[in-house]
């Protein structure tokens, strides 16, 4: 997701749900998400809670990269690309990043990263 600071400088999220037990797992913040940052936090939800047997993802470049493709054999993890156009094939996620959206980007304004990262770690734990 893309939100801005008040600045107006735009900013990235990458928000990683467990479908199964309708969790929220992590939500990374920066200006940007490359492929190795997404390996990176999916690296170390593995610590905590296991390699997933799959995982849903859109067709963002980040998901469509040589590096992710090659996490994914290391890992024995399954990549399943919803059909461009088809958000309700990730339905789950789709509502919940409505809920982020309306519940959180849009009602704070943040004056930097480290504002929007620690008003998200509360929002979360709420």
């Known amino acids: 997701m893309n939100a801005c600071l008040e600045n107006g400088r735009s900013f990235r999220t990458f928000n990683v749900l467990d479908d199964f037990n309708r969790e929220e797992l992590w939500i990374e913040i920066d200006l940007s998400l490359p492929a190795a940052r997404v390996t990176r936090v999916l690296d170390m939800l593995a610590v905590w809670r296991g390699n997933p047997e799959r995982i849903s993802v859109d067709n963002g470049p980040e998901f469509i990269s040589r590096y992710m493709v090659g996490w ?45 990262r620690r008003i998200t770690a509360d929002w979360l734990h709420d």
Do not use: M
Not at 78 to 107: C, M, W
């Open 72 to 116: 994914t054999e290391q890992h024995a993890v399954r990549i399943e690309h919803i059909q461009s156009g088809k958000p309700a094939q990730n339905g789950f996620v789709e509502r919940f990043n409505r809920t982020y959206r309306e519940e959180f980007l849009d009602a704070y304004l943040f004056s930097s990263l480290d504002d929007a």
